[in-house]
DNA sequence: CCAAAAGTGTTGGCTATACACCCATGC
DNA sequence: GCATGGGTGTATAGCCAACACTTTTGG
């Protein structure tokens, strides 16, 4: 019940043949205006929306293929990605719904009755990714993560998962290192935190806990260009960073 | 590159055709004698041992597949079950090694060049378990965590990430619950979180710790038999636990 | 000069840790 | 009676949460 188009016997090569019924689920996070931004595409002549994913070929690992995938959806290379869940049940949506939606582009002949997907979360430099849509679809979007529409399949459901299990993961991982540009300010670091966990967040405490760690580095230059005090830059110190986290003992928040 | 004799065409029917190259793994743990105990299959004719698992049905969740494997090795229904990791390499063990260790059953034919396996733990009772082994395997056993023979496949690496991934949760989900019989005592909770947190605890702060959680529940019977003062009985107050858990305000150590 | 946002210290309560002795039981 | 393991309290330090005012900047 999900695309196999490159498994149909004319596509199959050593480089193209396919895992079947295993599929890849990408939930690609970036942060823009102080908002979380999924990225989406839309399947052709529709306006139906869904999250990219993707098969996994029989010779690369899923990691490789998330990786893959993440690649030529955003242009970047070594991106940050994390396995979440995998989605198992046997009916995860309506075929006649998923029929109609995609009548135009919807041949039953190259869909699998059932597939087994793996999800992925990626967290990316919003500003550096090249939105890129595949084969099947028209378009390639940033959403907020508050306006996202009704998806195909179970993606919204997918997305909630996803969400879960990264504010599970903001505890004790560097989440802000992967989702913002080499250089950031305090406050931007703290809307971030804000909007994952959904919460306020006491600015005087945030600051003692994030630099506490010592894990941040002070940028003599500050952010010029808002109409008030301008805040001090900082970068991750990448050597601190990963030497605390395999100590164990970096807790955010 | 694992078994799949279900899958051969003369077995195939509704009930049995299987999802083809996906697997799952199971590290069923145990507690016994303070020790932390998986429990492993011995392959028939051989002296080489795995993890209980096996293929998913087509017309089955992979969740179900998981409890039904579990039920099959264990009689037990129910059990507490958790995802932990997809296996996704295209060499996770080498073919060679595997033909000639399981020379006398290993029919090529029945095997895929390449499986994904889903990791799963249970954590059981382990006084209400009957080992039962499956139809490649001569006897099913307990195995103490330390005790560990070189396993078939990627075994060894899979239950290393399973303890990894149990350690982590054992912080927030409530591991003794699933791991003892209904009523325990405190000593016995006390050796259960050392033993997979692999370090000393005092018992003074511990009992403060889990009594002031709320969700323990003591009984006026003491256990007796020991050359010592009898310790405490205790069960865990369901309702009370499983309200903690909804607000996530249960933390464990 | 005003509006907007950034930067900064102190306190009180709570939680985690360290630490040692007496008690009950079976042999 | 003795060896074994179980049960219990207190004191300290560190951490977290609550709280408001001053500074800088652009317009």
Known sequence: MTKQKESDPKFADENTSLIPQLTLDCIILGFHNNQLRVLLLRWKNTQ???LPGGPVRQNE???AA???ILKERTGLDQIFLQQFHVFGEVERYNRAEIQEKLKLI???NLWYERAVSIGYYALVDYSSVTPTPDAYTDECQWWDIQ????LLFDHNHIIQVA???LRHQLSWQPIGYNLLPH???LPELQKLYETILDRKLDPRNFQRKLLGLGILERLPTRRKGGAHKSPYLYRFDKEKYEAGLKEGNLFFI
Chains 1, 2 share one sequence.
């Open 48 to 50: 139906e929306w869904s």
């Open 61 to 63: 690992s899923v990691n």
């Open 66 to 68: 998330a990786q893959r």
């Open 106 to 108: 919807f041949d039953p």
């Open 147 to 150: 306006d996202i529409p009704k």
């Open 163 to 165: 969400l879960q299990a």
């Open 183 to 185: 250089e950031f300010t």
